[in-house]
């Protein structure tokens, strides 16, 4: 079953942390279609978050057309993404891990080595529509 994780210090409120998770396992393959998320009891306790929290979570992922609620059985996963095909994940991750490690022996802090992607990305976004 799907595990979620919380990062305390990331400055992204709990509920989005869950749904980029479960949008996140969509991508990279660990979640399919029809799969059942926890349910809300357990990943509250497990992380030990309001409950209210990750029901708003799995109302966002409804929303979104990822999930559905089925009365008594559970949340599942409905909706899916075009997937990072196994091979060029393990590919790129490695690089991407390498290329992360050097961030850090620089010193630089996770708000800043996720700034400095973000900040790529939009340069190439723009790069590709201007």
Known sequence: MFAF????RSG???????VDQVRRGLLLGHLQEGDQLPTVRAVAAGLVINPNT?????????HAGLAVARAG???FVTGSIEQVPAATYARLSGRLRQWLADARGAGLAPEQVR???EAVMDDEQYRETA
């Open 5 to 8: 994780r919380m990062l305390d």
């Open 12 to 18: 992204v409120p709990a509920y989005l942390q869950l």
């Open 54 to 62: 990750v029901a708003k979570a799995y109302r966002e992922l409804e």
């Open 73 to 75: 059985q559970g949340t």
């Open 115 to 117: 700034a400095m992607v």
